[in-house]
Nanobody, 122 residues
């Protein structure tokens, strides 16, 4: 089992950048594919990005392609989400998740962090 703790959320102006981190503990980090999801008020949680166990393969939802970058450091047991050109519609609670294989569906990730708030002012 793996425990996940996100950090790095905060308030940023539209067009700005923010970097999220998710630190894992409790199990061998490199055994898990990792994902980032987000949930805005009144909306369902949605897929943002995912990365394979080795970090070689990444996947993004269309509305963040070219703006967000997911990466991982298996030596530091950490996955990152670098976000740039943030827009008000990017405001949400961002969650990291771990699972046995890379996917875009929530159900594929058994382990979740508590989330970190990202607020974007216009």
């Amino acid at each position: 089992q793996v425990q996940l703790v996100e950090s790095g959320g905060g308030l940023v102006q539209a067009g700005g950048s923010l970097s999220l981190s998710c630190a894992a503990s409790g199990s061998t980090f490199s055994r898990y594919a990792m994902g980032w999801f987000r949930q805005a008020p009144g909306k369902e949680r949605e897929f943002v990005a995912a990365i394979s166990r080795s970090g070689v393969i990444t996947d993004y939802t269309n509305f963040v392609k070219g703006r967000f970058t997911i990466s991982r450091d298996n030596a530091k047991n950490t996955v990152y989400l670098q976000m740039s050109n943030l827009q008000p519609e990017d405001a949400a609670v961002y969650y990291c998740a771990a699972g046995p294989f890379m996917a875009t569906m929530e159900a594929s990730f058994p382990y979740w962090g508590q989330g970190t708030q990202v607020t974007v002012s216009s």
